[in-house]
């Protein structure tokens, strides 16, 4: 087994071998722009890795690891169009760099990119049923992700979501494509079905642990540390576990004259102080912890103790980042 940090290497290096071509630039000069700003290669990561632990060697799934990161980016490309978000990663979105148009065609093309690398590239040497399991896959997973999008849009006109139903649309939009990542690397590892389920089931809860960590950064993380300032999903009254959580218990007028509170740190403040007076922030700290367990029990027992040892600290990790 490699690091996570010679693995994240791994995925970069061939990221900035892809070879696209030369016009139209206004096509793909958004895509390359996309994939260079970084971020954590979390989804990429898993799939070198769970292929390596499996077969000992992460080369067989480099294909299917950038695919995911494509597909990735993809999702994120179109999520700041449609929440007219101006940055990530510290740089101007690709709608505000470019336009809307652009934003759309350019997210157009990594999807299809992101289905050829997929399917093995130029290259592709998978046989048939390898090569039907990851499609099958991919494009099963695509689809939740669509799927959780609309919800988290339904929720935004909505006073009655559950918690119940904001941890599905979770699960959906952001934790099936972790699972997806870590299946691929075990399809082409060789790996039995059984495996294959069992790496999906721990990406699957690695992602929960994730999302549910972010929802308690955004509220009560360090600026400097998170990235971002803190408060947003406060301000924008965003669904999330805190906020729903809040409104099945809290008083209701109270809650509501906190988030009515105009000016934006008095506001953040204000639901702040109610989630700790409900004991959210703790039990938001034990969620994350309880699905990152999870993730481990799903572990399969062929594991060598080193890879084990890898992907434990992986999911442990979940509970203790600060960005």
Not at 29 to 50: H, M, N
Not at 158 to 182: F, H, N, Q, W
Not at 218 to 240: Q, R
Not at 244 to 260: F, P, V, W
Request: hydrophobic share 40%.
């Amino acid at each position: 087994m490699l690091t996570i940090t010679r693995y994240s290497e791994i995925v970069n290096e061939h990221l900035a071998r892809i070879s696209y071509p030369a016009h139209p630039q206004g096509l793909y000069d958004p895509i390359k722009y996309s994939l260079e700003a970084g971020g954590k290669r979390i989804r990429p990561v898993l799939t070198l890795a769970v292929c390596d632990a499996l077969c000992g060697s992460p080369d067989k799934a480099v294909n299917q690891a950038l695919g995911v990161e494509m597909y990735h980016n993809f999702t994120l490309l179109h999520d700041d169009l449609m929440d007219h978000s101006p940055v990530r990663r510290s740089r101007p979105t690709v709608y505000v760099k470019w336009d809307e148009r652009t934003a759309i065609l350019s997210g157009d093309a990594m999807l299809t990119m992101a289905g050829m690398l997929m399917r093995g590239g130029e290259a592709c040497n998978m046989d048939a049923a390898a090569l039907g399991s990851v499609l099958d896959l991919y494009d099963r997973t695509a689809m939740e992700v669509y799927e959780g999008q609309q919800l988290d849009m339904d929720f935004e006109a909505r006073k009655d979501v559950k918690v119940e139903e904001y941890l599905e649309m979770i699960r959906l939009k952001t934790s099936v494509l972790l699972g997806c990542a870590c299946q691929l690397g075990a399809i082409m590892a060789g790996a039995s079905k059984d495996v294959q389920l069992s790496m999906y089931r721990y990406g699957e809860q690695l992602g929960l642990a994730f999302q549910m960590q972010d929802d308690y950064l955004d509220t009560f993380g360090c600026a400097d540390t998170f990235g971002k300032p803190i408060g947003g999903d406060i301000l924008n009254e965003k669904k999330t576990w805190l906020l729903i959580s809040a409104m099945q218990r809290a008083n209701g007028q109270d809650l509501i004259d906190a988030l009515a509170i105009e000016e934006p740190q008095a506001k953040i403040d204000a639901v702040r102080e109610i989630y700790v007076e409900l004991g959210l922030d703790k039990e938001c700290r034990e969620k994350v912890t309880e699905y990152s367990t999870e993730a481990i029990k799903a572990l399969p027992e062929s594991l060598t103790s080193e890879a084990r040892e890898f992907f434990i600290s992986l999911a442990r990790n979940a509970e203790t980042r600060a960005k």
